[in-house]
């Protein structure tokens, strides 16, 4: 973890982080981030260009793209892909080393809000501000299962660390899991709040963080799911 400095102030302890790494080279306002799953490698998406790097040796790869929206973005385990939402709710999947795009899919029917790769590499599910989920093949682009979906946007899809269950957060204030490789919805909660604000999901989909204009809930989903 990043090393910290405590200030003392008026009896109470502020925590000043310091950047370990730092990386340059984005031309416009850096619109998301995301790590890859082994946290060897971190993404950034701008305006209209991306960028996979090596934590380790600041080497990068970038990715130009056309018709390509990269404000929600998601890395492959091996870090060999990054996707990318794309106009007319669609998604585009590109070969980073190659600069390149593998396969562009669409089949939402209003713009994709999350993007997210299986720990093994082998699926890529999307979820919609219309509420639908949908997996695919991250090899082929092909459409594998629509899952049950949610009454309003999806705000945030998790998967476990075993990569068999998958979780949805919907912005009608549900949390859903399934199983990942049936498609099949196991259990469902309402979590009691809408989270319309800012929400987050831990990188086991575990635990839900949800955020309005002064506190921060944090919701155990494997004590309300599993």
């Known amino acids: 973890p990043p090393p910290f400095a405590n ?8 925590a000043h982080f310091v950047a ?4 340059e080279g984005h031309k416009t306002p850096i619109n998301a981030v ?17 960028r996979v790097w090596d934590i380790a040796s600041d080497k990068f790869r970038p990715v130009v793209g056309e018709n390509a929206i990269f404000t929600t973005i998601a890395i492959s385990p091996d870090a060999k892909y ?3 939402i794309a106009p007319q709710n669609s998604f585009k999947v590109w070969e980073s080393a190659w600069r390149r795009v593998r396969f562009s ?14 720990p093994d590499g082998t699926q890529i599910v999307s ?5 639908g989920v949908k997996t695919w093949d991250a ?6 299962k629509n899952l049950e979906g949610h009454y309003d946007a999806v705000a945030a899809i998790g998967f476990n660390p075993e990569g068999n269950i998958l979780v949805t957060i919907g912005r009608d204030g549900s949390a859903k899991l399934f199983d990942a490789a049936l498609g099949k919805r196991k259990s469902e909660v309402n979590l009691a709040r809408n989270p319309d604000r800012a929400i987050g999901l831990s990188p086991d989909a575990m635990l839900l963080a949800c ?3 002064k506190q921060i809930a944090v919701v155990d989903l494997i004590r309300n799911l599993w």
């Open 20 to 23: 370990t790494r730092t990386f």
């Open 34 to 50: 995301t790590f890859s799953r082994d946290s060897l490698w971190v993404a950034g998406g701008a305006e209209d260009s991306a």
């Open 139 to 144: 090899n082929t682009g092909r459409s594998l």
């Open 105 to 118: 899919m669409g089949g939402h029917a209003n713009d994709i809000t999350c993007l997210i790769f299986s």
């Open 127 to 131: 979820g919609s501000r219309d509420g």
């Open 82 to 84: 990054l996707a990318t």
């Open 211 to 213: 955020g309005d204009s």
């Open 7 to 14: 200030d003392r102030v008026t009896g109470g302890t502020n």
